[in-house]
């Protein structure tokens, strides 16, 4: 039942921003910290970052760390990602993620295409 829907990928040029979201359903969402996670071709799924379930606090990749803004509205059960100064090697696509005791919900994943 759990299900979560990402949207706002795309293509942009280097130095430029995009701002992804996930739509979250069938659990509490505020009960749970919510991640962003990205697969680049031949790569390993990567975390991105987290944010605690009321989004009083947030982790980042060293990779990405002041360029991106992990955040979340409650009342909408949406998670976003707001991605500046893109660079090439962020091209991947990126997954919604939510843990539930072991168990990881993903989404269908967006791809996000840094190129000139």
């Known amino acids: 039942q759990v299900q979560l829907v990402e949207s706002g990928g795309g293509m942009v040029q280097p130095g430029g921003s995009l701002r992804l979201s996930c739509v979250a359903s069938?659990?509490?969402?505020?009960?749970?910290?919510m991640s962003w996670y990205r697969q680049a071709p031949g790569k390993e799924r990567e975390l991105v970052a987290d944010?605690?379930?009321?989004?009083?606090?947030?982790n980042y990749a060293d990779s990405v760390k002041g360029r991106f803004t992990i955040s979340r509205d409650n009342a909408k059960a949406t998670l976003y990602l707001q991605m500046n100064s893109l660079k090439p090697e962020d091209t991947a696509i990126y997954y919604c993620?939510?843990?539930?005791?072991?168990?990881?919900?993903w989404g269908q994943g967006t791809q996000v295409t840094v190129s000139s």
């Open positions: 993620n939510v843990r539930q005791y072991q168990y990881h919900y």
């Open positions: 069938g659990f509490s969402f505020s009960n749970y910290p």
């Open positions: 944010i605690t379930n009321l989004g009083s606090s947030a």
